[in-house]
């Protein structure tokens, strides 16, 4: 899988934030974005999952040589990109074990691939569960509706787990998450790491990185990647912050 | 509008059941002609009276209907109607096909051995007095079409569960609209009566067999007797070009519960009047009611809940999804006497708009004169949340289902409440099927 973005721009509501940013993303290599807020991390996993209300004005976005701008979000998951939610989404009165399977059936079928029956659909959930230590209760209850913090990215990496994409975006999968659940639902990235399938992280602390190692670092300012590295540069900006690569001061 | 017409509509249709009227038993007659005399010479109540004002009846100015008079209807067998069936629905079966019973297609088994079960038209055998002297005991204040439900009752199931009895199986009141040549104006009428103690769960549902044109004009009264318990679900399936009517009258005595689900799912005109009177302390009724109204649909629910007595609890919880140029009514009324203290009263009717040409007319009202109360209301009308509608897609689901699953979900606090497991997935089938065909929920503007 390769993800390729070439001055990329887009705007919200009329509103420029991505501001011409490339980054090339290769098979089984696991990015981390970094930067401070308001940098245009957030948007960037948005607009590359298909967002309503994001709009690309230039460049392009293409997943194997396939442009995503013009998919609309469920043929993007279909070709294999995933989005984990910086805040899971409550569904109430939608179960969750019907939604799992739903979503899983759905790209099976966009893909040309036999639908799961229901029992060999819990045997595959069951096992999934146990990557994210998730209790089973939770499958029987609306999708995150009350679900801690901690519960709702257990669901959102079981989803991951399911679905099991090629490219993999996590939008600050470690806000929210106590220590306990941080090294927990790490385990369950790096449990699904492997040579097909890419990751990528976006995080504004470095805490993350320390549990899921990155094989390269980008800093994103002001709508494009001013710095790339590798995992040091993390540790550089843990030290340093961002202002002497942003030019500003961030207001911590 | 011409009221003048109108009147002779209704007269008229008064006059095709004056032969009905006059075969009908002895012990009908002044129930019979309390509700002809009521309806004679009225008008069809019109915009200007505010209870109809959201809901017109121009239906029966525009439409010729023939009142079915035929004595039964056996032109069915019960292979005609299987697919109409709930899977796994257990429990003794009453069907009534255009409001006449069948008794071929009826399942009457061992558990209305314990219970009295007849049929207002005479088809089990001799109506029981108990039953007899309660019909039209519990109906109070009806509108003019309730009266004419009086008048022309055809059949329906007059049901006694007696003292003490609890009925583990659902009985099951099946209707069934068979499209004949002309549209047809029916009138059923039951009567449930629960004795001291008793429990029972009573599945009423109105269903068709093609999509022909029809009135239906229900009239139910539902007598609980103190600390009796009845899970009532009303279940309105009919044809999408049927008109509904129906007319609900329950008194709870002391310490009784009463549990409402009705899902209204069908008919192109469609409203109940549910009147509910505590007639006895410390009883609680709750209500739930799902409307669904599509493409050119009205659906309409007029509650009038009347705290008479301290210490009963109500919980009204109605929830509209509309599409297209879909109508929603609601009338929510909750009476708390000077002398009802200490009642417990909560009403709520919220609404998912999946199209800006839908319209919802809602009216929660709260009269309280007792002084020791505890009562709310609320009403919410909104769209579908377009960050919920993003996850579900980004999870590869296609956006017509994702608006499928949301409007479900929002469903389901009421669907939750129906009594037993085949009727929950019965109904969250059939309203998949309705909001699938819906074609407006697909190109949905966000």
Redesign the interface.
């Known amino acids: 899988m390769n993800l390729s973005i070439k001055g990329l721009k887009a705007e919200i509501e009329g509103k420029q934030i991505l501001k011409g940013l490339d980054l090339e993303i290769r098979a089984g290599e696991v990015h981390a974005i970094m930067g401070p807020n308001g940098s245009g991390k957030s948007t960037l996993a948005h607009v590359l999952?298909?967002?309503?209300?994001y709009t690309v004005t230039g460049g392009e976005v293409t997943l194997d040589g396939v442009s995503l701008v013009d998919l609309?979000?469920?043929e993007?998951?279909?070709l294999g990109l995933?989005?984990a939610?910086q805040y899971?989404?409550e569904?109430?009165?939608?179960n969750n074990t019907?939604?799992l399977k739903?979503?899983?059936n759905?790209?099976r079928k966009?893909r040309g691939e036999a639908e799961l029956d229901a029992v060999a659909f819990m045997k595959l959930v069951r096992d999934k569960m146990q990557l994210v230590s998730m209790k089973p209760e939770l499958l029987k209850r609306?999708v995150n509706a009350g679900f801690s913090g901690g519960e709702k990215k257990r669901n959102e990496i079981l989803?991951m787990a399911l679905?099991e994409p090629r490219l993999a975006i996590l939008d600050e999968t470690d806000s929210g998450l106590d220590i306990d659940a941080l090294r927990t639902v790490s385990e369950g990235v790096n449990a699904l790491r492997s040579p097909e399938r890419s990751i990528v992280l976006v995080t504004h602390y470095q805490r993350l990185l320390d549990y899921i190692e990155p094989d390269f670092v980008h800093v994103l300012a002001d709508g494009r990647i001013v710095r790339s590295g590798d995992k040091t540069l993390a540790k550089e900006l843990e030290q340093r912050g961002y202002a002497w690569l942003t030019g500003k001061d961030e207001a911590a | 509008m011409n009221t003048g017409t109108v009147a002779s509509e209704l007269t008229q249709l008064l006059h095709q059941g004056q032969q009905l009227q006059a075969n009908a038993p002895a012990w009908q007659h002044a129930l019979r002609e309390q509700g002809a005399a009521a309806v004679a010479g009225q008008p069809l109540p019109g915009r200007r009276e505010e209870s109809w004002r959201y809901t017109p009846l121009r239906f029966l100015e525009e439409t010729d209907y023939r009142l079915f008079t035929e004595d039964s209807f056996e032109a069915l067998q019960p292979e005609d109607i299987e697919g109409l069936l709930i899977d796994g629905l257990a429990g003794d079966r009453l069907v009534f096909v255009n409001g006449r019973l069948a008794p071929a297609l009826c399942r009457l088994g061992p558990d209305s051995r314990e219970i009295v079960v007849a049929a207002l038209g005479g088809g089990l055998g001799e109506v029981p007095t108990t039953l007899r002297e309660q019909l039209g005991g519990v109906a109070a204040g009806q509108h003019v079409l309730g009266a004419l439900n009086s008048a022309l009752m055809t059949d329906g199931a007059l049901v006694h569960v007696p003292a003490g009895v609890h009925l583990d199986r659902p009985l099951e009141i099946l209707h069934v609209a068979v499209g004949l040549d002309e549209p047809l104006a029916c009138h059923p009428r039951h009567l449930l009566v629960l004795g001291e103690n008793a429990q029972a769960q009573i599945v009423e549902r109105y269903c068709t067999l093609g999509e022909s044109t029809y009135f239906n004009n229900v009239g139910v009264e539902v007598a609980l007797g103190n600390g009796s318990e009845l899970l009532h679900a009303r279940l309105q399936e009919e044809s999408p070009n049927a008109q509904h009517l129906s007319d609900l009258q329950v008194r709870l005595d002391a310490h009784s519960r009463y549990r409402l689900v009705q899902p209204s799912l069908g008919g192109a005109w469609s409203r109940c009047d549910v009147r509910v009177t505590f007639a006895g302390e410390q009883a609680e009724a709750e209500l739930d009611g799902l409307l669904l109204a599509r493409d050119r649909q009205l659906n309409d629910v007029h509650l009038d809940v009347r705290h008479a007595v301290p210490r009963c609890t109500s919980r009204e919880r109605f929830k509209g999804v509309l599409d297209g140029k879909g109508r929603v009514v609601f009338d929510g009324r909750i009476l708390v006497a000077q002398d009802a203290q200490q009642t417990d009263a909560q009403l709520s009717n919220d609404n998912l708009m999946l199209s800006r040409s839908a319209e919802v007319d809602t009216k929660p009202q709260l009269e309280i004169f007792a002084d020791d109360v505890k009562c709310s209301h609320g009403t919410t009308v909104g769209e579908l949340d377009s960050t919920m509608l993003f996850y579900l897609q980004s999870r590869g689901i296609p956006r017509g289902r994702a608006v499928q699953m949301l409007c479900q979900g929002f469903a389901q606090e009421v669907l939750d409440n129906l009594p037993g497991e085949p009727l929950q997935q019965h109904v969250a089938k059939i309203l998949a099927q309705r909001l699938a065909e819906t074609t407006h929920a697909a190109d949905l503007q966000a």
Do not use: I
């Open positions: 999952a298909g967002r309503e209300g609309e979000p469920e993007r998951a279909a995933f989005l939610f899971p989404v569904l109430p009165g939608v019907h939604f739903e979503a899983l759905a790209q966009a609306p989803q679905l």
